[in-house]
Each structure stands twice: as C-alpha cells, then as structure tokens.
C-alpha cells in the first residue's frame, strides 16, 4: 500500500499560549476584567441600598410635609372618612403634585381617611400604625395592599399637640428598581471605557516585554538561564557583571577566585569590594582599552570590559600569572644564552691567547694568564657566597654577574650585605631580586660606568633589600607610579606585556606586611628599597654551607 500524501491533521492544544507577550497580555486582560467586573458589583451593591434609603425618605419628607397641614387635622376630626371628603381631596392633591404611590390619613384607630382606591376609606390599614401612633417617625420598606413599597410614617397632631392620627406615604418599590436598572447601562458604559483603557495599557505594556524578551517563551528563558549559570559557573575566565550604578551584580566562581572575595561583593561598588588600585579601577571603568593587564594579589590578570545596553557592564578576567613568570624565565634563559655566547667569544680568544703563549714558550706568562682568568670568577663567586648564605640568591647573583659583565655593567654585591640561610620564602625573595637586578640593569646598560649595587641585610627576622644603580634614577613624581601594573618607559617584547615586575614587587612585599619604595641613590641613579619583615625563621643557620653553594658551585654557575 501506497503512503497517503495527505499530513496528519494537528492535535488542537489548549492552554496557555507560549510567549511571554502572550502570556503576559492575557493575564493583564483577565485582571482588567476581573477589576472592572468587580468595581461594578461593589458599585451596584450600595447602589440598591443608597437608592432604598433615597425612596423611604423621600416619602417621610412626603408625610411630614401633610402632617404640617393643620386644615387635615380639623377635617379628620370633623369630618367623617368619605371618598368624597376634605381630608381624601387634599391627599389626592399632595399624592398627584408629589408622586408618592399612595397618601394615607388615618385615625387613631387605624381607620383610613384617604386612599389611592376610594373603595378601601373607612377600612382598617393594612400594616400596623402603632409605631406612628405612638409619636414616632417610620422608615421601612414593606408590603401592604398595594404591593411593595418605600414608606414614610409620622404621627398627625392638631393644634395643641396632641396627636389624633398618623400620615403614612408610599413611594412605589418598581419606581427605585427602575432606577437602579437606568443606573446600570451607564455604569457599564464607564466600566466598559476602564476595561478598554486596561487593555491598551496591557497590550503597551505586552509590547515591551516582547521586545526587552524578544519574544522568546518562558521555557526558552528558563533554559537560557539555566545555561548561562553552567556556563558561568563552569568557564576558567572570571566575569563580573555590574549594573547601570557601578554596582557588582554578578561574580562567577573564577572571578571570586582570581579576586579573592566572596558573594557578599555582589551589589557593592569596586571600590568597596577590592579597595582603591587598577583593578577596581578596570573594573568601574575609569581605566580603558582591550587586554588591561592589572595584578590582583599575588596573580596578574588581563581584563577586558565591555559595556550592556542597559547601562552597566561586563568585565572578564584571564589568570596569566604563569604565562608572566614563563616570559620572564624566557627572558631570563636568553640573556643567559647571550651571556654564554658572549662567554664563549671570550673563551675562544682567551684559549688562542693561550696557545700563543705556549706556542712561543713563554709558560710563566701562560700560567700567570690562567691564574688571572679563574681567580676573577672565583672571586666573584666566594665574595657572593660569603655574604649571601642562602644557595637560591648566592646562586641567582652569580649568574646576574655575568650577564652584568656581559652587558658591560658591574654588578657588586656590597660590604655591608649578610644574609644567613635561614629564609622562609626564599624563591619569594628571588623573584624580587631578580625583577629589581634585571630593572636596574636595564637602565644602566649602555651607559658609562654602569654599575649596579645589591645589598641585602637583616634587622632580627626582618630583611631589607636595596638596589642601587648608576642610571637616570626616577622622577620624584614618577616614585608612586612605577610600581602601576601596566605602567613602563620601555617597549615590550613579543611574548608578554611590561609594567608587572614592580607591581609585583610591592604586591609581594605588602603581603608580608612590608614595603616598597624608591628614591634617588647617593651617587645618581635610583636606590629601590624593599622591607619584609617575618622574613627569616628563628632556627639557627647550619655550620657551614651545602656543597651545592660552595665556592666550586658558585663558579660553576658563573661559567
């Protein structure tokens, strides 16, 4: 059998349609009804009592106005009930000019001396007079033998006061509902006008929501929050998102962790969150640019910050701490591929010099020539070690020895420098030696007389560093700056950015509750000065150096 080409009729789905315009729009209009449907009912329900109360004391008004006629007080004693007597006339008379459904004069037995049907004078009313009789004023809706009515009592007194009968008035009870109803198509034309102005204001209001949605369902939004946490939970790039006042709305995990705070950052400003520094400063955006590199304790980040149509902004944050430290070991291995190559040179000419002085048997001199050559380095090596008990620094400042010499620098290490091998961080203390040594020999390299000078003393568990040299030293208003992550007066290599090695300096010193600053050295030149304290344990330093960090070691470093 052949496939029918005719599609299946689609299953009908009731329900609540899918949009949130949708959604949003219907719900609106429900409530607009349902508010206007319910002003309605609570307006027309006083409205039957307000008009109930309006008819009984209208015929009240209507029966006071007959009992102050002192002529019908006269008639009824004088006169017996007839249809045709005084008393019926002027009641006709008030009942015509009034519009009242009936004006009934009674005695003081009950006994009617006027009425709408003239039949019904001289027989007994219907509804029980005692009440007006008695010299009280009624109000009541009741039914007597003209049907329901609003009506009106008060007692009838002659001249003297006394009463002698009662004036009962009606006001007919479909005259009130007639009215109520006349009420209802005009207040169902104003609740009607509500709704419409509730509906368009529902519809301008969908219309906004559709678009600041756009358009997408609630399950659509549902889901893409729930992704957008996965994803932001879930990435290695730190996001902050603030709102239109500056204020932190959002903080992934990695941006917690880059940062070093918790979920109760979130709606406080940068400042407030993170202190005064770059990094708040990125983040409120008073920095600007791609690919900000800024240093956040002990990790230097690369932030960008990209501003959202509703006025706040989103900031990522990348951890290059390591990718940093990797380029200045690259830069670090080649200047020492460069000092090797230039030791190399030096080698080859020293090795020829050599064989010339063998060639030409002239052995004193060649012995003397070596003699001259190996003492240089191991003075530089012993004078090091001597001072610098510590095998990571003894060996650091050898090799920046000779890559100092290599660059035409002397680097000294000065008298006054001691330092024993008792260091609780000492690849923390390499890491600032290294990046103000290798500062320091930027600035000096080229220049006549270049020298850089190293001390380093201790103060009972303090240790305090300076570094001089012999450069253009720093401006007395560039002292603060230079320690800005992203701030340099040199170009950058290829690999990483410049600007983090004194930002990284004073970052780790502050951690340790010390210091770092700069000024001008003795002679010209700048003199960095760095204090940490707790820096050294109390266990007291070994009798004598590993071989590691002997004299031998230290020379092999050098070469």
């Known amino acids: 059998m052949g496939m029918s080409a005719t599609p299946p009729a689609r299953r009908l789905r009731l329900g609540l349609p899918r949009r949130v315009f949708s959604q949003v729009l219907l719900m609106q209009l429900a409530i607009a009804a349902g508010v206007a449907v319910l002003a309605t009912g609570l307006f027309l329900a006083p409205l039957g009592d307000q008009l109930d109360d309006q008819a009984m004391r209208r015929a009240l008004a209507i029966a006071q106005t007959t009992a102050q006629q002192d002529r019908i007080a006269e008639d009824l004693r004088s006169t017996p009930p007839s249809p045709d007597g005084p008393v019926q006339q002027e009641a006709e008379r008030i009942r015509k000019t009034t519009g009242a459904e009936y004006v009934v004069v009674m005695d003081k037995r009950g006994v009617r001396w006027s009425h709408t049907d003239p039949r019904r004078i001289g027989g007994h009313v219907s509804t029980d007079p005692g009440r007006a009789l008695a010299g009280h004023e009624v109000m009541e809706i009741d039914e007597g033998t003209l049907g329901r009515s609003a009506r009106g009592k008060v007692p009838l007194r002659d001249d003297s006061g006394e009463i002698v009968g009662a004036v009962s008035v009606g006001i007919a009870y479909d005259s009130v509902r007639a009215r109520l109803i006349q009420a209802i198509p005009g207040l169902l034309a104003y609740a009607g006008g509500a709704l419409a102005v509730g509906a368009l204001a529902a519809w301008l209001i969908s219309r906004r929501v559709q678009r600041q949605t756009r358009d997408l369902a609630f399950s659509d939004i549902a889901a893409l929050l ?81 501003p959202t149509d509703d006025g706040g902004a989103v900031a990522t944050l990348r ?57 240089d380095h191991r003075a530089t090596a012993e004078q090091v070690t001597e001072r610098i008990r510590d095998p990571l620094l003894a060996a650091l400042l050898v090799g920046k020895a000779t890559v100092a010499a290599e660059r035409g620098v002397a680097l000294k290490v000065s008298d006054g420098t001691r330092l024993p091998d008792r260091l609780i961080d000492p690849r923390g203390l390499v890491t600032v030696v290294g990046n103000l040594v290798d500062n320091a020999l930027d600035a000096t390299a080229g220049t ?112």
């Not at 879930?234 to 709102?243: C, M, N, P, T």
């Not at 990797?326 to 090797?340: K, N, V």
């Not at 030409?360 to 060649?366: F, R, S």
């Open 226 to 306: 729930a992704e957008r946490e996965a994803m932001l939970h879930g990435i290695r790039e730190g996001v902050v998102a603030l709102d239109r006042a500056g204020r932190i709305r959002l903080l992934n995990d990695e941006a917690q962790r880059l940062l070093d705070i918790g979920g109760e950052a979130v709606g406080r400003t940068p400042d407030e969150a993170l202190g005064a520094g770059r990094t708040a400063d990125v983040l409120a955006g008073r920095v600007t640019g791609t690919d900000l590199l800024t240093v956040s304790g002990p990790r230097v980040l690369v932030a960008n910050r990209m």
């Open 319 to 375: 951890d290059r701490t390591e990718l940093d430290q990797l380029g200045r070991e690259l830069d670090s291995t080649r200047g020492l591929i460069d000092a090797l190559r230039a030791q190399d040179h030096e080698h080859a000419n020293r090795m020829h010099t050599l064989l010339g002085l063998l060639e030409l048997e002239m052995y004193e001199e060649a012995v003397e020539f070596v003699g001259e050559v190996v003492g």
């Open 448 to 559: 006549p007389g270049a020298r850089v000078e190293v001390e380093l003393r201790t103060e009972g568990r303090t240790v305090v560093l300076v570094v001089r040299d012999t450069g253009p030293g720093i401006a007395p208003e560039q002292r603060e700056v230079v320690f800005t992550e992203g701030w340099s007066t040199k170009r950058a290599p290829e690999h990483r950015e410049r600007g983090i090695g004194l930002s990284l300096v004073r970052r780790s010193a502050e951690r340790q509750g010390g210091s770092a600053t700069v000024g001008e050295a003795p002679g010209g030149g700048a003199e960095f000065t760095v204090v940490l304290p707790e820096a050294l344990t109390d266990t007291e330093p070994q009798p004598a150096l590993s071989g590691t960090a002997g004299p031998g070691a230290a020379e092999e470093e050098s070469r």
